[in-house]
């Protein structure tokens, strides 16, 4: 099936067809004709399987024949969780819609708002905007929300992991009731439906790959090694398997500058892109690393959102993300559009759990493989077992010995009066007990005796009697 047959406009399909777009993916499949009609649409799809073109391609066909914008208005709104993928959205709907007389724009933070205000002031037909700076924007009268006909939310997931479920929830109460709403997530989780029961308006429901699931596409495997060892593994790694464009995650940002100061220590040109960078350096490193002038791009989680290389090779975990599901995101950004890719794991000791809450979540146990000259003091087992404690056997009982009868189990249980034996388990001196309890006995009965009984006499005074 081929592009044409999805219902798509002239302009867009000479668009798709430079670019070298000829078989659209599952979720365009079953996304651009359901947008096309109209339908909200809720769909969950991994990086790399073509969702942005599945919203933007039939976004655009529906803008085009639409009013013209007002100075300040936008008639559609793609939200996005970072400044990276705001950029890439804006790029492929001016690619997509080049030969469409439409305006797009983007806004993010980090950088001067007033060239973002002047951009406005026109008006856009699509504004690709992370919520922030949007609010910024509204606050200053810079982006008015009366004509919006499309709303878009894109890495949802994303967006409520980065704590922006408050500034969407404000924005939404800014924009049009009568909209048509588009929502792309990698999953639908709990949180995403909850967000999405008010939101969204008998939605069409697209899920076209398993939750949680690795691409085919991309061959998965983990270095054993020392967490001391890692970085020099890693330079010897891209160095002698010639390596040309290695995308590397780390967990921490000063993570990802020490990093890249030891590789370039090895001789292997290295960035980072992380949030203490400004905006102009993440530019300018990820211009770069696309461009084959640096070979090894270091990133945190966040900062990765936006990264879209087609044929990105290789991908290394440099740390285990403590987050299982992130593992899916990361590798997701080789073997995109069918290509072929390789997910590389540098794994230590200390990560054992971390692994096995990944290879439990993908349904998969990863090849453990060791580098001569970088084998670990400690395996990495290859998966993580609970410690049984063997039991202990038990002890054989003793048999019961046959005691002799004591007197009073002899006499019923009962000792014989005046007896001179103790009982069972007594001394010399109980034997004696009864005779002193009988002469104390005695003695208190004589004692009585020889007092007077007063018992219902009235008690004399001791006071001195008053003269008369």
């Known amino acids: 099936m081929s592009f044409s047959s999805l219902g798509l406009s002239e302009p867009i399909l000479r668009a798709l067809d430079e670019i070298g777009y000829t078989t659209?993916?599952?979720v365009q499949l079953e996304a651009i004709p359901a947008v096309l009609s109209g339908r909200d649409v809720m769909a969950a799809a991994q990086t790399g399987t073509g969702k942005t073109a599945s919203f933007t391609l039939p976004l655009l066909q529906r803008l085009a024949g639409g009013t013209r914008v007002k100075g300040n208005h936008i008639r559609a709104l793609v939200l996005t969780p970072t400044r990276e993928l705001a950029v890439q959205v804006e790029q492929s709907i001016a690619a997509y819609g080049k030969y469409l007389a439409l305006k797009s724009g983007v806004v993010f933070g980090g950088v001067k708002i007033n060239p973002q205000m002047m951009r406005l002031r026109g008006g856009v037909d699509v504004l690709v905007a992370t919520p922030g700076r949007l609010l910024d924007l509204f606050g200053q009268n810079a982006v008015k929300f009366l004509q919006v006909e499309t709303l878009v939310l894109d890495e949802a997931d994303r967006m409520l992991d980065m704590g922006f479920i408050a500034d969407i929830h404000k924005i939404l109460a800014l924009l049009p009731k009568r909209r048509q709403t588009l929502l792309f997530s990698a999953t639908f989780s709990s949180d995403i439906r909850t967000l999405t029961g008010g939101l969204l308006k008998d939605p069409l429901q697209i899920?076209?790959?398993?939750?949680?699931?690795?691409?085919?596409?991309?061959?998965?495997?983990?270095?054993?090694?020392?967490?001391?060892?890692?970085?020099?593994?890693?330079s010897h790694l891209v160095r002698s398997k010639d390596w040309q464009q290695v995308l590397v995650f780390t967990r921490t940002r000063n993570g990802a500058d020490r990093l890249v100061r030891k590789l370039e220590s090895d001789g292997v040109l290295a960035a980072a892109i992380h949030g203490d960078k400004s905006q102009k350096e993440r530019t300018r490193a990820l211009a770069a690393f696309k461009a084959n002038t640096v070979r090894v791009l270091v990133a945190t989680d966040i900062a990765a959102r936006g990264i879209d290389i087609n044929e990105l090779p290789q991908v290394i975990n440099f740390a285990l993300p403590k987050v299982a599901e992130d593992y899916v995101h990361r590798i997701g950004r080789t073997g995109r559009a069918g290509l072929e890719g390789e997910a590389?794991?540098?794994?230590?000791?200390?990560?054992?759990?971390?692994?096995?809450?990944?290879?439990?979540?993908?349904?998969q146990t990863l090849v453990r493989e060791v580098e001569p000259g970088f084998i670990p003091a400690h395996k990495v087992p290859l998966?993580?077992?609970?410690?049984?404690?063997?039991?202990?056997?038990?002890?054989?009982?003793?048999?019961?010995q046959e005691r002799e009868p004591c007197d009073a189990q002899r006499t019923g249980g009962k000792q014989k009066r005046g007896s001179d034996k103790p009982r069972r388990g007594g001394t010399p001196q109980d034997a004696d007990k009864p005779k002193r309890a009988a002469d104390s006995r005695a003695k208190q009965r004589r004692a009585n005796d020889a007092v007077p009984a007063t018992k219902g006499l009235p008690l004399k005074s001791k006071s001195p009697a008053r003269k008369k």
Request: aromatic share 2%; net charge positive.
């Open 207 to 234: 899920e076209v790959s398993p939750p949680n699931s690795a691409a085919k596409s991309v061959k998965q495997w983990a270095y054993e090694v020392d967490k001391s060892k890692k970085s020099a593994l890693l």
């Open 383 to 400: 998966t993580r077992q609970m410690k049984v404690r063997p039991k202990k056997p038990k002890k054989p009982k003793k048999p019961k």
């Open 24 to 26: 659209p993916t599952p």
């Open 344 to 363: 590389i794991s540098l794994v230590c000791a200390d990560e054992v759990k971390l692994l096995s809450a990944i290879e439990t979540l993908i349904r």
